[in-house]
């Protein structure tokens, strides 16, 4: 009895391990009929894996990593609102009428008078007790008969020159507090000066002015080069080259960088000369703010830019294409009781060299002039017509 148990037991196990064994097959079968299934469709391609695999090995890809250079904020900017909202009080609109027509017979001739309106910008730079100063371009006021001043929230008040330096091109006008209302009072600010020495290439800036005349208006860009020498009107100076747009009205405004310190002075924009030449965009020029900030002070408090030096002449350059004379700049004005009169220059006179260097060039003369202050000596060789030829006397002239 006990023998058959044993034996049915066996067999029972026997038989279980046989129900597995078909399971398992039965799953294999399944499984292999649904990768043939597969392949069939082109869902799967088991040759093609294996070829992917090999050319994987031999494939050259580029390689990503993280750059060593660490990021810093403010080397371009895309949102500039916050800066602007902070600086945009500090910087105003300007405009200048200059007398330019009177009249056939003078300013009273028929009680008419002709202007020219001008416009530009400037930056609110200080406050005193009973002034706002206001710092712009040379250009911008230089030879006005009438300054107005319209600030951020879109009063009006006149204003007056504190200081010009031709040199430089940088001019301190003045607004009596006493013009203003309490509420351009509290709308307007100072400007926060930053140090230009510390710009690079590719740092974002923002140019905010009155351009055109429509407004305080604002654009962006980078700064695209340092240092460039810039030539307007015959004075060469070392300027911040910037894409962001500048256009008429926009001089004396500010540049600032990404943290709203003024930096620059925008002034220039490069143009076309000719019509049929490519227009030329993106080549707005500033002021560097730390070349110009001692001759802004020294306006600032109402004393004279001791930079702005004069001989006491007018003239122009001539060659020996000019009737045979000599090269140098030809004398046509002496000023009364002015250096060049003490020491006996006269109308006609050519100056040929400065301090022993060949004039060639009105700039010849005014670099020198620009090393100079109020009250140095300065060294001319002068040409002088001696009947049919001219001669050369060497005269010391006392700068005023």
Known sequence: MEEEKKTKKKEQEKGGKS??????LIILIVFGALIVALHNVGLLNIGEIEKAKNANKNKVTLKYTETTKAKSDGIYITDVSEVVEE???SIVAITSKTLVNSGYYGPSFFGEEQYSEGAGSGIIISQTDTELLILTNNHVVEG??????????????????????????VAVISVKLSSLDKETQDS???ATMGDSNN????NGIIAIGNALGYGQSVTTGVVSALNREVTVDNVTAKMIQIDAAINGGNSGGALVNSAGEVVGINSVKYSSNSSLSASIEGMGFAIPISDVKDVIETLMNGKDDK???TIGIEGQMVNDSNYGMPTGFYITKVVDGSGADKAGIEIGNII??????????????KDVLYTKKKG?????????????????????????
């Open 87 to 89: 600086v945009m009080p």
């Open 188 to 190: 307007i600010r100072i």
């Open 19 to 24: 129900i597995y064994v078909v399971i398992c």
């Open 376 to 400: 140095d000596k300065l060294d001319l060789t002068i040409a002088y017509a001696n009947r049919k030829e001219y001669s050369e006397k060497k005269l010391t002239v006392t700068l005023s």
């Open 199 to 202: 710009l690079k290439v590719g």
């Open 352 to 365: 040929t060299k400065i301090e022993g260097k060949d004039v060639t060039n009105v700039n010849d003369i």
């Open 307 to 309: 930079s702005e030096v």
């Open 144 to 169: 006005a008969e009438e300054l107005s001043v319209q600030f951020i929230n879109g009063k009006n008040a006149d204003a007056t020159i504190k200081g010009t330096s031709d040199r430089k091109d």
